[in-house]
């Protein structure tokens, strides 16, 4: 069966992201050592990791659980610096559906928007609702 099911039907279930660390987080166009936060947003959902010490190499290790997602959704994680400026440090997006294909995706996601090698270390898990 496909994903969307039969007659173009979104499918849904429940999306796990564990979010792990990051790499060569570094702040734009200024020194400093940022503390990197990172926020999962999925359909109308938000979490946010908990702000690290000054580093450039953040260790989250915290996993959200995302319910009743479809698979035509897309999953944002949006790194931001934890200081009260709360400075852009990157983002990317993947696809639910790309999830969903094989239930589960890791990677090294490398950061959009910004000129930094940043790169985060995910887990990306889709559990179909019956």
Request: proline content about 5%; glycine content about 10%; some cysteine.
């Amino acid at each position: 069966p496909g994903l969307m099911g039969g007659g173009g039907v979104e499918r849904r279930g429940i999306l796990t992201v564990f979010l792990n660390r990051a790499i060569s987080v570094n702040m734009v166009g200024k020194t400093g050592t940022p503390r990197p936060a990172a926020t999962v947003t999925c359909a109308g959902q938000a979490y946010t990791t908990a702000a690290e010490h000054k580093t450039n190499k953040p260790l989250w290790d915290e996993s959200f659980l995302f319910f009743n997602v479809s698979t035509r959704e897309k999953v944002t994680v949006t790194l931001n610096d934890g200081s009260p400026k709360g400075e852009f440090l990157g983002r990317f997006e993947v696809p639910v559906q790309e999830v969903a294909k094989n239930l589960e995706m890791q990677d090294a996601f490398v950061l959009t928007g910004v000129k930094t090698s940043a790169q985060v270390f995910a887990r990306l898990k889709f559990t179909f609702m019956s």
